[in-house]
């Protein structure tokens, strides 16, 4: 287990990390920081939650990748390498002409953190972070004392990472490759003993040419989990499947999250007792475990909770018990945040920029609200979205909301006529931030819901939508 000594064992007094700002590279930050490593990083995309995060924890972060940074790196520490630098950056050209030690963020997680620990991955398309944020919950809350590491906030403990005092720890496992010098993707440098597979879908058209890359990294995966381990995979993918088809040398476990009317069904399945997914019954094998009675939404919602309860219960907590921790589970920053009331009109952030993530978002949010308004505001941010790759299933994923308004950066590679035209009337297209707020607060009314889907900062648009509704 990891301890806060055996990083620096490692050789590692300091290191600076190279976009300390994303959630993975953030994370890191938080568990050397707590190891006792002098820690500071440098990156240009600087905003909440993750910047308040880590300068809450004490870590200085500098504005911009520059060689000077450096400074000193040539007489001991380790740079770490975030997947967003790239050959002929000043600064990666400093590391290599210099000499310093350096490293990808995934290989020192896995030699400083993971190497002696029980990992629990969470991996898949979708509900990565919702699902490892339950896991890592129902673990605390069963007296495990997990460390972790999150691509987001849990409300429950407030930050992203940390090492825990336990042999357990829970990663959310992304396919996202791991740095300029290693194409692989990241999740192949944890060495799961408990994997659990959401779903899987093509996504990140910026590195994986189609889905069957996509599938062979999970395969590459699949073949590092131990005999003695476990697998617990959706049982409604049909490409999840179609990796376990590939090889699986480890026991499986399968959810669904489709109403369960056979009480004969094997592995875990739900069966909802309201039709938004906020109570339902847990079954394993047509055998009531318990009622999970909560505040999240949607169908999506309790797939992620199947995941978690059959992933946890292989570490030892019993399903009863993680039913019980999911019925205080406070969900995460940016997973259907409510950031805010005025008016009664409510604004939400949520991470969505998939076309499934974003149907899902929306049909769980319908079953609450009812025939109340919902007013989708997108920004197509994601690379996948900026390339165009699912621009032909987003005006579907978007059909559920009353009135869809799409902000179009600059950069942005295809036209948006098509998916004007077939949303008809209910969608709008914006260029300017600002305008954008003004005409969603003239055509809000008491009672609807703003919901705002992005994955980065948005030009803080959520506190610009309050303050004009406060003002009106």
Partial sequence: MMNKNNACQHGQSKIHILGICGTFMGGVALLAKEAGIDVSGSDVNVYPPMSTLLASQGIDVQQGFLPEHLNGFDEGGQVIVGNVMTRGMGVVEHVLNQNLLYNSGPQWLYENILKDRWVLAVSGTHGKTTTASMLAWVLEYGGLRPGFLIGGVPENFGISARLGDSPFFVVEADEYDTAFFDKRSKFVHYHPRTLAINNLEFDHADIFPDLDAIKTQFHHLMRMVPSEGLV???????????????????????????????????????????????????????????????????????????????????????AKHAID?????????????????????????????????????????????????????????????????????????????????????????????????????????????DELVSVAVQNANSGDHLLVMSNGGFGGIHEKLLFAIERT
């Avoid at 390339?387 to 590679?413: C, N, R, W, Y």
């Fill in 325 to 433: 921790a999911l019925a205080e589970f406070k969900g995460i920053k940016r997973r259907m945040e409510l950031r805010g009331e005025v008016n009664n009109i409510r604004v939400y952030d949520d991470f969505a920029h998939h076309p499934t993530a974003i149907e899902t978002t929306l049909k769980g949010l319908r079953a609450s609200v009812k025939e109340n308004k919902i007013i989708a505001i997108l920004e197509p941010r994601s690379n996948t979205m900026r390339l165009g790759t699912h621009k032909e299933a987003l005006a579907a994923s978007l059909q559920t909301a009353d009135q869809v308004m799409i902000f179009q950066p600059k950069d942005l590679g295809w036209n948006m006529d098509n998916v004007l035209n077939t949303l008809g009337d209910k969608a709008s297209l914006h260029n300017d931030i």
């Fill in 232 to 318: 617990v995979i959706n049982g409604e993918e049909s490409n999840v499947q179609d990796v376990i088809d590939r090889g699986c040398w480890t026991p499986i476990e399968s959810f669904s999250s489709e109403d369960s009317k056979n009480q004969n069904s094997v592995g875990w399945t739900a069966k909802y007792l309201k039709v938004d997914g906020s109570k339902f019954e847990v079954l394993l094998d047509g055998e009531v475990q318990g009622i999970v009675s909560w505040d999240l939404l949607g169908k999506h919602n309790v797939s992620n909770a199947l995941a978690a309860i059959a992933t946890a219960r292989h570490a030892g907590v019993p």
